[in-house]
């Protein structure tokens, strides 16, 4: 055999070598995707569930489908709208700017948009909610979070000095040109006035004299990986060079360890507790009579597809599904003709969240009497006192661990950390 032919035959192993490897990132990022998007299975305590049932919930659920497809599943709504007002904050946090806007005229246009979105938000959570199904204003969450100190425990924080203050709208045209969105990143600025902390917005008229680059460590997605952080360190970087700032990078290792630590928390804590109020065996439930109910006692529809009861401050205490995969829309909640409905609260978003269980209880007592419907949990048993003095007690001891690690429910930490 010459040496052209042993070339040649060295250029087809590399090939075929770079073909299987080019395959198998495809194949790892496109299942990563998925896992992103679809999010991870939460427990439900009402069945005694912690993080290790998930998987044999997942082989349940699709035995069910197998044996009976007709039957009731409780799958996730889907959102109702491709961008809205709530989006655009998410938007604004996560540096979710599409890859195409490059130019000066689609950056201004864009970030006009995103003005327009949070004035809109504004307007909405200012007139409240009407008496019927179709004036119902949707839910906005409050913006509070959006005025936040950079925070270590569950952000890798890089520094941008700055030579000369900078602005909410050049970051963000700079932000722009730079990279492709990366989601849980956030670019938090330091106020020349008063040296506070603030997220920065793209229409922000303040003036910042230092910026911190923050990425979430973990969330329900799944912990951040060496990927996830090289992506971010890159878009940082360009930012640093277009924006002539200095970036101080602090060590990776550390960073991913914490990302593991938070991502094994957040399983053993991550829990929802739900209650069925579901119609008597061949009786159905008008979705008119759901609104009438929930707007009467203060809750209010959100953009997510469940009616929300808020505390003071604007958060969700606890929230009303529909038991059929359908969520609810303003145009079409009083055409409706459910089985059931689901009171869920989400543990570690909500603050004091043993004291909020009872009440959710009460609730749905009354609007179970008023219906002639009954209380269930998801194994379709009577769910009385005695199971709701169980459940507390479980949620005590899961409270005090949150507490105890520095993340207490309810509060803007955790609300990060459990967002999405």
């Known amino acids: 055999m010459n040496d052209l032919q042993l070339t040649l035959l060295g ?23 998925a896992k992103s998007t679809l999010g991870t299975g939460r427990p439900d305590v009402l069945l005694g569930e912690g993080p290790d049932a998930t998987a044999e919930s997942a082989e349940a659920l699709v035995d069910q489908i197998e044996k009976e497809p007709d039957a ?13 007002s709530a989006e655009t904050a998410d938007l604004i946090l996560s540096h979710d700017i599409d890859d195409m806007v490059r130019d000066e005229a689609e950056i201004d246009a864009h970030l006009a948009s995103i003005r327009l979105g949070m004035e809109s938000s504004s307007e909405g959570q200012q007139h409240g909610h009407g008496s019927g199904a179709e004036d119902t204003q949707l839910y906005t969450a409050p913006r509070d979070d959006l005025i936040a100190s950079p925070d270590e425990s569950i952000e890798y924080l890089v520094t941008l000095g700055c030579t000369s203050p900078i602005t909410g709208p050049e970051l963000w045209q700079n932000l722009a040109r730079a990279s492709s969105p990366l989601r849980g990143a956030r670019w938090l600025g330091r106020r020349v006035t008063d040296g506070g902390w603030n997220v920065i917005l793209p229409d922000s008229d303040q003036r910042f004299d230092s910026v911190r680059a923050a990425l979430l460590l973990a969330s329900r997605s799944g912990p951040v990986g060496e990927l996830d952080l090289e992506r971010f360190c890159s878009l940082v970087s360009a930012l640093a060079t277009s924006m002539n700032l200095r970036a101080e990078f602090p060590p990776r ?20 507790v739900g209650m069925n109020v579901v119609a008597t065996s061949g009786q159905t439930i008008s979705g008119g009579r759901i609104a009438r109910w929930a707007e009467t006692h203060g809750m209010t529809l959100g953009k997510d597809g469940s009616y929300h009861l808020l505390n003071p ?4 205490m606890w929230r009303l599904n529909n038991r059929d995969p359908r969520p ?22 909500v603050q004091s969240a043993n004291e909020k269980l ?27 006192p005695q199971q709701l003095g169980r459940i507390e007690r479980e949620l005590a001891n899961l409270l005090l661990k949150m507490q105890a690690d520095g993340i207490p429910a309810g509060e803007e930490r955790a609300r990060r950390l459990f967002s999405s």
Do not use: C, K
């Not at 401050?313 to 969700?316: I, K, V």
């Not at 009872?358 to 998801?378: C, I, K, N, Q, Y």
């Open 253 to 272: 290792a550390p960073a991913l360890e914490r990302a593991v630590q938070l991502d094994h928390f957040s399983a053993d804590v991550d829990i929802v």
């Open 72 to 84: 009731h599943l409780d799958i996730p709504s889907p959102n109702l709208d491709d961008l809205d």
């Open 358 to 384: 009872s009440p959710m209880f009460d609730a749905a007592a009354t609007l179970a009497r008023e219906l002639g419907a009954r209380v269930l949990d998801d194994n379709g048993q009577q769910l009385g």
């Open 313 to 316: 401050q604007g958060y969700t």
């Open 11 to 33: 250029i087809g192993a590399a090939a075929i070598a770079a073909i299987w490897i080019f395959n198998r990132f495809q194949e790892w990022r496109w299942h990563r995707m």
């Open 328 to 349: 609810f829309t303003p145009s079409g909640v009083a055409q409706m003709t459910l089985t059931g409905v689901t009171f869920l609260l989400d543990v570690p978003m």
